[in-house]
């Protein structure tokens, strides 16, 4: 069993408010911590005091909830990047170039995070598991023949293989967008339910043994 302590919770009493801002010194600044108030009898005393903070503990145990063989997962509201974008460009560069711009504006202007990979001197392979690693959600991916047909591919991070792979999905902005979001809201259910179950399976009542 591992039990994690995500958050401190202190009481300091009225300790800390006792002393003057000039004699308490951090090492990159100063803190006035010498406060007082008036009671409802008139008196000034000095304000009581609790410190909290989530402790670095609460990373790891989102690392070890979400987190498979491939890399790290974070639920898409927690994800620094949410959509990865790879180019193919073949002979049609300009094309396909300003086809994932124009998905990229569409995306971010519906308040999706976005992150395009248009380096050419990686292999598609390459881009995918580093971005997989890199807490990449969805992976669309835009070629030539991407462009020609005005769809794209998106693959889903937490549905491995051809199971979590969609095929010809419009590039149409209102589309996209609802396609998109609708499977970044079904990716944050799944990952809770994973979560919840992975909690609850270990224990068991007295009265079902």
């Known amino acids: 069993m591992m039990i994690l302590k995500f958050i401190e919770l202190f009481s300091l009493l009225n300790t800390f408010a006792k002393y003057p801002t000039d004699i ?8 006035c911590l010498f406060s007082l108030f008036t009671d409802e009898n008139g008196q000034r005393q000095h304000v009581w005091q609790t410190s909290w903070a989530i402790r670095t503990l609460f ?4 690392i070890m909830t979400h987190g498979d063989d491939l890399g790290l997962m974070l639920p898409p509201r927690l994800a620094p990047v949410q959509v990865f974008k790879k180019v193919f460009y073949c002979n049609d560069r300009t ?17 999706i995070k976005v992150k395009v990979d248009d380096f050419d001197q990686r ?51 209102s589309l996209l967008v609802a396609y998109v979001k609708g499977l970044l809201d079904e990716i944050q259910s799944c990952l809770l339910e ?16």
């Not at 308490?24 to 803190?31: D, G, L, T």
């Not at 990373?59 to 989102?62: E, F, L, P, S």
């Not at 392979?125 to 030539?144: Q, R, T």
Request: with cysteine; proline share 5%; glycine share 10%.
């Open 24 to 31: 308490v010194q951090f090492p990159k600044q100063s803190v």
């Open 59 to 62: 990373v790891g145990g989102i």
């Open 123 to 173: 292999t598609p392979g390459w881009k995918y598991n580093f971005w997989k690693i890199k807490v990449c959600l969805l992976l669309i991916e835009i070629g030539p023949r991407d462009v020609s047909s005005g769809t794209v591919v998106i693959s889903r991070r937490d549905i491995p293989g051809k199971q979590g792979k969609d095929f010809g999905i419009s590039m149409d902005s």
């Open 194 to 209: 994973r979560a919840t179950s992975s909690i609850h399976e270990p224990f068991f009542f007295l009265w079902e043994l």
């Open 95 to 111: 094309g396909v170039l300003n086809a994932t711009s124009s998905v990229k504006e569409t995306l971010q202007a519906a308040g």
